[in-house]
């Protein structure tokens, strides 16, 4: 997928044409079996948190990004016609095998067709047109490779992403395929329903090959990268899901390592606990020891857990004085 911006202005299209506008079910239960990654995003109650726009206003950022993440937003309203702050929840999904590009996002909101449509004209050279399939109505850009899609299950559910991801999710609407079930499900359902959480099934081959990152472990001085207790075990690494969530004035990201079996998972935490003791040891700042004494592992059979905590302050003091070469 390219252009966020002209995708958008083509919902207009989608808006004005109809469609099927029955009752979609949960994004969750609409993503295709065979997916790889999948992830969510609370966006509307991100948005809302005053104490993420301050960090967002604080942090140091690039030339192409407005100061303040008011002046984002109404950035975004005035190229697109969408007020970010309607939309409740982005649900993206995606097969990170597939040779050719296979993603899509579901997401659940209120969407504006008047202001929309007042920023159609300034896409108008996009060459999308109308294309039904099965009981949908679709607006495909056949220009992009892979063609890029676009619809409305419902007045609230809005389907957009590559061409066969966005035919999936109507497959699963309509009873069709499967929807998506086992092992990376339930690494994502685990993480429960922070403002964010994503969970990424790990490749047999991407540990394993010759091209593995483990492999550049070997090129530590006096050879020990290969015989380290647990990096071997990281082979067995199947799925991996992490979290970021907000409670009060905490902040709290989590992620969950799923091995193939325990033994894998106690030799991981083992080397975990020692590079996280070492970190700590040559900790630059207090700021910066506050924040890694905060850092919690837990092995829970096959599954290694690494958590921390800290709160809006910390992180702005973290921020403030920067982290040091090499972190």
Same mark, same amino acid.
């Given at each position: 997928?390219?252009?966020?911006?002209?995708?958008?202005?083509?919902?207009?299209?989608?808006?004005?044409?109809?469609?099927?506008?029955?009752?979609?079910?949960?994004?969750?239960?609409?993503? !295709?079996?065979?997916?790889?990654?999948?992830?969510? %995003?609370?966006?509307?109650?991100?948005? +809302?948190?005053?104490?993420?726009?301050?960090?967002?206003?604080?942090?140091?950022?690039?030339?192409?990004? &407005?100061?303040?993440?008011?002046?984002?937003? %109404?950035?975004?309203?005035?190229?697109?016609? *969408?007020?970010?702050?309607?939309?409740?929840?982005?649900?993206?999904?995606?097969?990170?095998? =597939?040779?050719?590009?296979?993603?899509?996002?579901?997401? +659940?909101? %209120?969407?504006?067709?008047?202001?929309?449509?007042?920023? @159609?004209?300034?896409?108008?050279?996009?060459?999308?047109? &109308?294309?039904?399939?099965?009981?949908?109505? @679709?607006?495909?850009?056949?220009?992009?490779? !892979?063609?890029?899609?676009?619809?409305?299950?419902?007045?609230?559910?809005?389907?957009? #992403?590559?061409?066969?991801?966005?035919?999936?999710?109507?497959?699963?609407?309509?009873?069709?395929?499967?929807?998506?079930?086992?092992?990376? +499900?339930?690494?994502?359902?685990?993480? #429960?329903?922070?403002?964010?959480?994503?969970? /990424?099934?790990? !490749?047999?081959?991407?540990?394993?090959?010759?091209?593995?990152?483990?492999?550049?472990?070997?090129?530590?001085?006096?050879?020990?990268?290969?015989? *380290?207790? #647990?990096?071997?075990?990281?082979?067995?690494?199947?799925?991996?899901? *992490?979290?970021?969530?907000? $409670?009060?004035?905490?902040?709290?990201?989590?992620?969950?390592?799923?091995?193939?079996?325990?033994?894998?998972?106690? =030799?991981?935490?083992?080397?975990?606990?020692?590079? /996280?003791? @070492?970190?700590?040891?040559?900790?630059? $700042?207090?700021? *910066?020891?506050?924040?890694?004494?905060?850092?919690?592992?837990?092995?829970?059979?096959?599954?290694?857990?690494?958590?921390?905590?800290?709160?809006?302050?910390?992180?702005?003091?973290?921020? +403030?004085?920067?982290?040091?070469?090499?972190?």
């Amino acid at each position: 997928m390219k252009l966020v911006v002209p995708l958008l202005a083509v919902l207009v299209i989608a808006l004005a044409l109809g469609g099927c506008r029955g009752t979609a079910a949960t994004p969750q239960a609409l993503v !295709p079996a065979g997916a790889s990654l999948l992830g969510e %995003a609370r966006v509307a109650d991100i948005l +809302k948190d005053a104490d993420l726009a301050r960090l967002y206003n604080r942090a140091s950022k690039g030339e192409s990004l &407005p100061e303040t993440l008011d002046d984002l937003l %109404a950035l975004s309203a005035k190229k697109t016609g *969408m007020d970010l702050r309607q939309v409740q929840t982005i649900l993206f999904f995606a097969d990170i095998d =597939e040779k050719s590009e296979y993603a899509g996002a579901i997401a +659940k909101g %209120a969407f504006d067709e008047s202001q929309l449509m007042a920023v @159609l004209g300034n896409h108008s050279n996009r060459e999308f047109a &109308p294309q039904q399939y099965k009981k949908h109505r @679709l607006l495909v850009d056949a220009s992009e490779d !892979p063609p890029t899609a676009f619809t409305l299950l419902s007045k609230d559910t809005l389907v957009l #992403g590559t061409l066969p991801a966005v035919q999936a999710v109507v497959d699963v609407a309509e009873g069709d395929q499967a929807a998506l079930a086992g092992g990376l +499900k339930e690494s994502f359902d685990a993480l #429960g329903q922070p403002l964010f959480r994503m969970a /990424l099934e790990v !490749p047999p081959e991407a540990l394993s090959s010759k091209d593995s990152p483990l492999n550049d472990l070997s090129q530590v001085p006096g050879g020990l990268g290969g015989t *380290m207790p #647990g990096l071997e075990a990281m082979r067995a690494l199947q799925v991996v899901a *992490m979290s970021l969530d907000k $409670n009060g004035q905490g902040i709290k990201a989590s992620a969950n390592l799923d091995f193939a079996g325990a033994d894998s998972a106690d =030799e991981v935490g083992s080397l975990a606990d020692g590079a /996280l003791a @070492l970190m700590r040891s040559f900790s630059p $700042n207090e700021q *910066m020891r506050a924040v890694l004494k905060k850092i919690k592992i837990d092995v829970a059979g096959p599954r290694v857990t690494v958590a921390a905590q800290a709160t809006v302050a910390e992180l702005e003091a973290l921020a +403030k004085n920067g982290l040091p070469s090499g972190f």
